[in-house]
C-alpha cells in the first residue's frame, strides 16, 4: 500500500470558500502537514484542526501569523497564546513544534517555528526605518508586534529550533510557515511583504539539516525555489482575494506530495 505525506499551508478556513476545498481533503493512511493560517480565533482553528485529525493518520501544524493574532478582547496573547494554542492541538493529537519529530517512511518531519525579525529589508535601513517606509504593512504590526517582542521572540525559536534539529540524523524534511531562505520573497509584488516573511538565521538549515524537501507558506505564492540543491516548496491555498496567479503556477499539484512510500 502506497502512502502519501501531504502538505497544504494557509487554509483560511474563515472563507467558506475555502472551507469547502478543505472539506474534501482526506487520507485515511496518509500524513498531512498543515503549515500554518489556518484561522485566526483558537476554537476556529481546533475545529478546522479536527476535522482534519479525523481523516488523515497523523497531523502535523506549525503556526503562522494569522494564528498568532491578538485582538485587544482577548484574555491570552503574545507567547501565552502560542502555548494555549499548542495544548489546545496536542489534546486533539495533532503534532506540533514542541513534540517529537514524527518518522514518516525515511524521513524525519520537523514541525519548526521560527517567526521573522525584519532582516529582510534594504540594506542601510534599520528594521525600524523599514517598517516606517513600508507602502504595504501587514497586519502583525497592530496584532503581534504590541503583544510581543517579535524579533527577540524569533531569536529563542532560532535557538531552540537549532538545539531540536541539531539531535536529529539522517534525511529531514523541514516544516516552517515562513519560508528559510530569502529567494521566496523576491515573486512578491510588494517587496515590503518580505520583511514580516522571515529571518537570515535560517538561511543555512536546509542543507546543514540534511532537507530532502523545506515546505512553507506565508506567501500566497504557491511555487518552488531551488536554493543549494534543495527544493523550497510553497503549499498554500491561499484566499479568494489573492492576485491570480501565472499561469505556469496552474498545473502543481495541491494539496502537495512530498514523500510517497
Ligand atoms: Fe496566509
Known amino acids: 500500500m502506497t502512502r502519501t505525506l501531504w502538505a497544504v499551508s494557509d487554509l483560511h478556513v474563515t472563507f467558506a470558500a475555502n472551507q469547502a476545498i478543505v472539506d474534501k481533503l482526506s487520507g485515511p493512511h496518509d500524513w498531512l502537514i498543515v503549515a500554518g493560517d489556518v484561522a485566526e480565533k483558537i476554537p476556529d482553528i481546533v475545529r478546522a484542526m479536527k476535522s482534519l485529525v479525523q481523516r488523515f493518520a497523523k497531523v502535523i501544524w506549525v503556526p503562522g501569523n494569522h494564528e498568532l493574532f491578538n485582538r485587544k478582547s482577548d484574555r491570552i496573547n503574545g507567547k501565552a497564546r502560542y502555548r494555549a494554542l499548542v ?64 524579533e527577540q521572540w524569533c531569536r529563542e525559536r532560532v535557538e531552540y529550533s537549532q538545539a531540536r534539529l541539531d539531535e536529529v540524523s539522517g534525511p529531514t524534511v523541514l516544516v516552517n510557515h515562513w519560508p528559510l531562505v530569502v529567494e521566496p520573497t523576491h515573486r512578491l509584488r510588494s517587496r515590503d511583504v518580505a520583511l514580516w516573511s522571515g529571518t537570515d538565521l535560517t538561511r543555512d538549515w536546509a542543507v546543514k539539516y540534511r532537507a530532502q524537501m523545506v515546505v512553507h507558506g506565508h506567501l500566497h505564492i504557491p511555487a518552488e525555489t531551488r536554493v543549494d540543491g534543495v527544493s523550497h516548496v510553497e503549499v498554500s491555498l491561499g484566499t479568494p482575494f489573492d492576485p491570480p496567479l501565472p499561469a505556469s503556477f496552474a498545473s502543481r499539484p495541491w494539496p502537495f506530495p512530498v514523500v510517497r512510500v
Request: proline share 11%.
Open 87 to 150: 495544548g489546545e492541538l496536542r489534546a486533539i493529537g495533532v503534532v506540533t513544534p514542541e513534540d517529537p519529530f514524527p518518522v514518516f517512511g525515511p524521513v524525519t518531519v520537523c514541525p519548526l517555528f521560527t517567526l521573522y525579525d525584519y532582516s529582510w529589508r534594504p540594506l542601510g535601513l534599520t528594521a525600524k526605518q523599514a517598517i516606517e517606509r513600508a507602502t504595504v504593512v501587514l497586519d502583525d504590526e497592530l496584532a503581534i508586534s504590541p503583544y510581543v517582542n517579535v
